[in-house]
């Protein structure tokens, strides 16, 4: 092959090539994530799951690693992605992770597009209120009360339908605005999963307390591809060791400390058998 059509074949070859990176950036940059598991979770959530100085850690996190490991990969092997709630299913349908742990809730209509393994854990919604404030002692005593949940949470909704009809809402876009708020007294409590509720109150160093009065169950599930029953039945192995030998327990306590938190035991831990 002479020079200038060794040329030209080079210049196709790069032209194909950049042309292929816009049609899928995931298969451009696939070779960097070869031979690792990509695990969805969230970023933003003290407790669970969260972004700190380049390094992740939750509980969340925590389980993810372990059952990481059961399926033959190190903690160096793991790619962590965010996941935020909008975008979970599409993530799992598109191929851009193989499991995501994000306080993500098994639901009838999440299970037509998505599979779970687990249940992982079973939360319950609660309210975070000040230290030193006891008159909210749960749902019913928010009438008249400023109760902050974070936008498109059902949340605070369900508070107002069920319990209390004269609490005033409050919307901001994170928990952590939510916890600003209480901490300025913005308003008085705020309601989502006790889980949740528990990161944020161990990251007030001691501020903000859990009313301990869950009044919801949400199961949280592992979610992965749609159909992968295989995958489903491995992850749901690596959780029932990992609450048979303690570890589950000490994960909890670890990313929960100086909380008193601890999961409505009738629910808790619960048996992993979705998806198989």
């Known amino acids: 092959m002479d020079r200038p059509l060794k040329r030209l074949v ?34 933003d959530q003290p407790g669970l799951g969260f972004k700190k100085a380049g390094t992740y850690v939750g509980f969340d996190v925590d389980v993810a690693t372990y059952i990481a490991g059961k399926l033959g990969y190190s903690a160096d092997d793991i ?9 979970r299913e599409a993530m799992l349908q598109n191929g851009d992770v193989d499991m995501i ?30 230290k030193e404030d006891h008159h909210i002692r749960g749902p019913e005593d928010l009438n008249g009360k400023r109760l902050c949940s974070v936008t498109g949470s059902t949340s605070a ?15 901001q876009p994170g928990y952590a605005e939510c916890a600003t708020a209480l901490f300025s007294g913005i308003v008085d409590a705020v309601t989502t999963d006790d889980i ?5 109150a161990s990251a007030s160093r001691g501020r903000l307390r ?19 029953t295989e995958l489903a039945h491995k992850i749901n192995a ?21 909380t008193h938190y601890k999961p409505d035991p009738r629910y808790n831990p619960p048996k992993p058998v979705e998806g198989e």
Do not use: H
């Open 210 to 228: 859990l009313v301990g009065k869950p009044f919801t169950q949400e199961y949280y599930g592992v979610g992965i591809k749609k159909g992968n």
């Open 79 to 87: 790619v962590w992605k965010e996941a935020p709630s909008k975008q």
């Open 196 to 200: 949740i509720l528990a990161g944020l």
């Open 238 to 258: 690596a959780l029932a060791e990992m609450e048979a030998n303690g570890s589950w327990q000490r994960a909890l306590e670890n990313n929960t400390r100086g």
């Open 10 to 43: 080079r210049n196709l070859t790069a032209i194909l090539c950049a042309l292929g990176c816009l049609v899928s950036l995931a298969a451009c940059g696939s070779d960097k994530e070869a031979g690792k598991i990509r695990v969805g979770i969230k970023f």
């Open 157 to 171: 909704v369900t508070v107002k339908k069920r319990f209390a009809k004269e609490v005033q809402l409050m919307e």
């Open 101 to 130: 742990l994000a306080s993500y809730s098994i639901t009838d209509e999440r299970k037509r597009a998505v599979s779970f393994a687990g249940p992982y854990i079973v939360a319950g919604q609660d309210l975070l209120v000040r």
